[in-house]
Nanobody, 123 residues
Framework: QVQLVESGGGLVQAGGSLRLSCAAS????????MGWFRQAPGKEREFVAR????????YYTNFVKGRFTISRDNAKNTVYLQMNSLKPEDTAVYYC????????????????WGQGTQVTVSS
């Protein structure tokens, strides 16, 4: 049974940093591209970042470029999202997702999802 478990969320002041982790189990991790998405209250889930199977290719949505960094450690079956210079508008539940093969920005392309971790940025 595939499980994706996010951790690392919390409350931080604007300008601060958080590092999210997503531990995967029950799948061959290197067969999967990984993505991070987020959903703020009253809004649709949106793409944040993705990374290919070996970490060699990453892609970010414009509003996090230069502030967030996605990475993965295949030895630990874990993907990370380093978030710096956080803004109140980054407040959301953050989800990691796995897609066999290539990643994408469309959430419907992903096969497995974590339960989410709350990130709250105060002004």
């Amino acid at each position: 049974q595939v499980q994706l478990v996010e951790s690392g969320g919390g409350l931080v002041q604007a300008g601060g940093s958080l590092r999210l982790s997503c531990a995967a189990s029950g799948l061959t991790f290197t067969n999967y591209a990984m993505g991070w998405f987020r959903q703020a209250p009253g809004k649709e889930r949106e793409f944040v970042a993705r990374i290919n199977w070996n970490g060699g290719r990453t892609y970010y949505t414009n509003f996090v470029k230069g502030r967030f960094t996605i990475s993965r450690d295949n030895a630990k079956n874990t993907v990370y999202l380093q978030m710096n210079s956080l803004k109140p508008e980054d407040t959301a539940v953050y989800y990691c997702a796995a897609r066999e093969g290539y990643g994408g920005v469309d959430s419907s392309l992903y096969d497995y999802w974590g339960q989410g971790t709350q990130v709250t940025v105060s002004s």
